[in-house]
């Protein structure tokens, strides 16, 4: 139980389009999920928090314009990161709280999504 | 800011040995969860522990959390190169989870 799946698993863009990453719950609903963006031998850094129905929550320093998040169904979030730049380069990854899990504080995670900005 | 210090950062080591890897706060953390992630993949869920003085054990590996519930600590026996991975630790704090900056464990056949 508790699968998370992303899409695409990798990227490749040019400069100055959109990219849109999507984050499914499989097998439960997930009223909470989570963005990451990890860099190379590096953890995770949290982006933003989003909740099903409302907006996301988003970490100091996270451009909200620049990452925007969608969480319109208990069991999907997006990510669409707009006009990319080479910086944006990065392996980004999505979790999933699943409410009957032992804890609550829990998080299931996806494959990853990695982006490659030419 | 809740922070979470893991040591060490790198650890390589062969086949057959034992390691702990640690994690350090100054907070306390209401539940504390263990990940590991390999390249190119998303961190998977190894154990949470909630009760100060913990001890869990997931067939050679022994997780503990401290009795304050500051701090915790991962001990892997006779490592095997599966065992090579990122190591993170996460507590969990108001709401939010923190997690440790990872210590990236290479196991050498």
């Known amino acids: 139980g508790a699968v998370v799946s992303q899409h695409p698993s990798r990227v490749i863009c040019k400069s100055g389009t959109s990219v849109k990453i999507e984050c499914r719950s499989l097998?439960?609903?997930?009223?909470?999920m989570f963005w990451y963006r990890q860099f190379p031998k590096q953890s995770l850094m949290l982006m933003a928090t989003?909740?099903?129905?409302?907006?996301?929550?988003?970490e100091q320093g996270v451009e909200k314009d620049k990452f925007l998040i969608n969480h319109a169904s208990l069991t999907l979030s997006t990510l669409t990161v707009t006009s990319a730049h080479p910086e944006d380069s990065s392996f980004y990854i999505c979790?999933?709280?699943?409410?009957?899990?032992?804890?609550?504080?829990?998080?299931?995670f996806g494959p990853g999504t990695r982006l490659t900005v030419l | 800011t809740q922070l979470l210090e893991q040591s060490p950062q790198f650890l390589s080591i062969q086949e057959g040995e034992n390691l702990t890897v640690y994690c350090n706060s100054s907070?306390?953390?209401?539940?504390l969860q263990w990940y590991r992630q390999e390249p190119g993949e998303g961190p998977v869920l190894l154990v949470t522990?909630?009760?100060?003085?913990e001890v869990k054990k997931l067939k050679r590996l022994t997780f503990q959390f401290g009795d304050a519930r500051k701090d915790s600590s991962l001990h892997i026996t006779a490592a095997q190169p599966g065992d090579t991975g990122l190591y993170l630790c996460?507590?969990?704090?108001?709401?939010?989870?923190?997690f440790g900056d990872g210590t990236t464990l290479t196991v050498k056949p």
């Open positions: 979790s999933a709280r699943d409410p009957t899990s032992g804890s609550l504080y829990e998080q299931f």
């Open positions: 097998d439960f609903q997930a009223t909470t």
């Open positions: 989003s909740n099903e129905g409302s907006k996301a929550t988003y």
């Open positions: 907070s306390v953390f209401s539940s």
């Open positions: 522990v909630v009760t100060g003085g």
């Open positions: 996460a507590g969990a704090y108001a709401g939010k989870s923190t």
